[in-house]
């Protein structure tokens, strides 16, 4: 690049400058430590000033010779010894300042480098290719910082091998099965996913796309009429976990007091959590439970239970035992009826 005036006989790096531009007169406050007035260059219009000839200095008070316009390009460098010579920035026709060389900036014990990007938010550094921008790091809300990558992909890399890569529908490992999401020293707390979690493999076999644990409350009733039915409950209370399309349930029910009325059909256990599966399409012997079967356990012991889910509802058809019967007989309950079952069905 052009370096019009006297080359130094040392080498020097630049340090920074002050662009002065727009200031008029023959006075002007420098900002540089005070101490270094000998490391300075003064440009007007791009052509290099001879000091104590054009201007001179006095701690951070520089006084100019002649008048400058407010027209005229005029800035400052700061200058220190180095082993590079780095040369004098050119002022480009948008406004900034290029150098000619690499620049590298070293400080111990204190703030190497501040960007500061005044009043409004936007861009902080512009990071280009051949002149092209390829990301950047702005401010946001005034307080929040955003690296962007601006065309293609954004990449996290170590040791310029392993690759995390992002855009605005993922983020993952550029290689398939590397990387794994924290580790058995530093977990991550909760994981929150609108969707579902493919374990194992990608197949629609893998995914797992519901997961809940919960409490509901069971109730007897009958299938086709309720009229005159008065139940009072010792305790009613039933747990599920639901994996998929699989409910886990158990139930404890017992009944202080039962008075049937009129109520008439199949005794049935209602308030399960999710409607069941309809198995319209499957056979369903009516001797013969099509699900699963528990124990149920009176004064005399363990005795079996038998129930069928209705298709397409939260309620299933259920022998029902009396606890003072020892035999098979299906019986409506009494006021001395308990139910503890456990068992699972298939959600619609």
Known sequence: M??????????YSQISYQDLTGGSGTSFTLDYPVGNENEIEVFVNNV??????????????LTMTGTIAATDDFYVVFQGKAQQTIGIPEKQTNGTYLFGSAVTIDEDGATVLTVDRATSDGTIIDVQKDSTT????????GVALTINSQGGNGRLSQGGTAY??????RFAPVTDTVGDLGRGVNRW?????????????????????????????????????????????????????????????????????????????????????????????????????????????????????FGMFQDGEAKGDFSMMRSNLVSTTINDPDGDSFLFLTGWYYAA
């Open 2 to 11: 052009p370096y019009l005036g006297n080359v130094p006989a040392e080498a």
């Open 134 to 141: 390829v990301g950047n790091i702005d401010s946001r809300g």
């Open 48 to 61: 290099r000033q001879e000091p104590t000839v054009a201007y001179t200095t006095a701690g951070t008070a």
């Open 189 to 305: 707390k909760d994981l929150y996913l609108s969707g579902g979690a493919y374990i194992g493999g990608t197949g629609s076999a893998n995914l797992l796309d519901d997961y809940e644990e919960g409490t509901f409350t069971p109730a007897f009733t009958y299938s086709v009429s309720t009229a005159g039915l008065s139940i009072s409950y010792a305790n009613q209370t039933g747990h599920y976990t639901k994996i998929g399309n699989v409910v886990h349930y158990t139930c404890d029910v017992r009944i202080t007091s039962f008075t049937k009325g009129s109520a008439s059909g199949t005794l049935e256990l209602e308030g399960f959590p999710f409607a069941s599966k309809n198995h319209a399409n499957y056979a369903r012997p009516n001797t013969v439970p099509n699900l699963y079967q528990w124990p149920y356990q009176t004064t005399a012991g363990f005795q079996p239970m």
């Open 164 to 169: 995390y890569e992002w855009n605005t529908t």
